[in-house]
């Protein structure tokens, strides 16, 4: 089997999933723009070869190196990047490389959130109201069926990037003042709890692993206001939040690849209101929480659905499991050395977070887990107090 990774460096972890792949004997090509001494040493001997190119924007040079990986190795099989970004081009690719796998024609839902919407309409999952907004007529009359504040985010974009809340007229007035020139989607506020329903699916698109995590506050709030962060898996995913994730992962047929779909819980009624659907994991370190969480290897298990679609971990979810942020400008009352003291016996992990993700997830990270909840909240609470 031939699997290509655009980009194999990036997220940082996900070298792990090149030694999944390798260690079931397949052959995994890296296609990059770093050099190849640049790429950790596990990565590189996983690497059966590494073709690189002057920039993965340069679509050309993408078909290139792929066009010369057929040529030596033979029909590729998979091609993944892990990285929203490269999305598109992993679609065109698979597509001219006859690859199972999104193809350009699935884009559209996936990339642009009005377009989401209406899939998760049609898939049955409460979705907040929301239209595209191009002018400020729309925008005023949207604004006088659902009422202040409203949410404003790119049609097309990844994470909170150039997102505004809207809480007045004022408001209203600098948002058609700064936004960027592109089509933009205004939702009403949801108030509620930031959840979501991660997992993976088979070959046939069957849930084979699924859970779910809660989080201090949105992406929105942390990049807009610098916010420390934190997520914690469930050890029991709420029946509601199964039920609504379930449909959400069937409206959009996802097949042989993780999920992430973040809801807004609303205790009145129990609603859950979906905000969006990403094709990948959750981000950031959430892999390392989901392993320790179920003492499970889920870059192994994934390659395992890759190469024989086939899921063989016992997931009992033993231990609420957090990722705890800390961030570099923040004088917090525990010193780090404390906080390992202190927090050694629900200690998982510890690292530094990558710059890339630090804007959206902090500077640090601490990985906690035990089977009591309350145990977890205790750390938090003594991770982040200032």
């Known amino acids: 089997m031939n699997v290509v990774l655009l980009s194999p460096n990036f997220p940082p972890s996900y070298y792990q999933f090149a030694l999944a792949l390798r260690r079931l004997e397949v052959n995994v090509f890296g296609v990059g723009d770093a050099p190849f001494d640049a790429l950790r040493p596990e990565l590189r001997h996983a690497l059966t070869e590494y073709y690189r190119v002057d920039s993965l924007h340069d679509y050309e040079q993408l078909?290139?190196?792929?066009?010369y990986l057929t040529f030596h190795?033979?029909?590729?099989d998979r091609l993944e990047s892990h990285n929203e970004y490269w999305l598109e081009s992993d679609a065109r690719l698979r597509l001219d490389f006859n690859i199972p796998g999104l193809k350009p024609v699935d884009m559209e839902a996936i990339k642009r959130k009005s377009k989401?919407?209406?899939?998760?309409?049609?898939?049955?999952?409460?979705?907040?109201?929301?239209?595209?907004?191009?002018?400020?007529?729309?925008?005023?009359?949207?604004?006088?069926?659902?009422?202040?504040?409203?949410?404003?985010?790119p049609d097309i974009g990844v994470g909170a990037a150039a997102t505004f809340k809207i809480e007045s007229d004022r408001d209203l007035e600098r948002f058609f003042a700064e936004r960027p020139v592109v089509d933009y989607v205004m939702e009403e506020f949801i108030h509620g709890q930031l959840c979501s329903f991660d997992g993976l699916t088979d070959q046939?698109?069957?849930?084979?692993?699924?859970?779910?995590?809660?989080?201090?506050?949105?992406?929105?709030?942390?990049?807009?206001?610098?916010?420390?962060?934190?997520?914690?898996?469930?050890?029991?995913?709420?029946?509601?939040?199964?039920?609504?994730?379930?449909?959400?992962?069937?409206?959009?047929?996802?097949?042989e690849r993780f999920f992430h779909v973040e809801f807004f819980h609303i205790e009145a009624g129990d609603r859950w209101v979906v905000v969006e659907m990403n094709m990948r994991p959750p981000g950031g370190v959430m892999m390392d929480v989901m392993n320790y969480a179920n003492d499970v290897d889920l870059f192994q298990q994934w390659a395992n659905v890759v190469v024989h679609n086939t899921f063989t971990a016992d997931l009992a979810r033993p231990y609420h499991c957090a990722f705890v942020a800390r961030r570099n400008q923040i004088g917090y009352r525990h010193a780090?050395?404390?906080?390992?003291?202190?927090?050694?016996p629900v200690m998982a992990h510890h690292e530094p977070i990558s710059p890339v993700f630090a804007r959206a997830m902090g500077d640090y990270a601490y990985l906690v887990r035990s089977p009591s909840f309350e145990v977890v909240q205790q750390a938090i609470e003594f991770i982040q107090a200032v």
């Open 63 to 67: 078909l290139r190196a792929c066009a």
């Open 73 to 76: 190795y033979g029909h590729l």
């Open 116 to 153: 989401m919407k209406e899939v998760f309409r049609a898939g049955g999952v409460d979705v907040a109201r929301g239209v595209v907004i191009r002018t400020r007529h729309n925008a005023e009359d949207f604004i006088a069926e659902v009422g202040y504040p409203v949410i404003a985010k």
């Open 204 to 255: 046939r698109g069957r849930l084979v692993f699924y859970t779910a995590h809660f989080y201090k506050s949105g992406i929105m709030e942390v990049v807009n206001h610098n916010l420390d962060v934190f997520a914690c898996s469930l050890r029991e995913v709420p029946p509601g939040l199964e039920a609504a994730g379930r449909r959400a992962v069937r409206a959009f047929d996802v097949r």
């Open 336 to 344: 780090h050395g404390e906080v390992l003291d202190v927090c050694a």
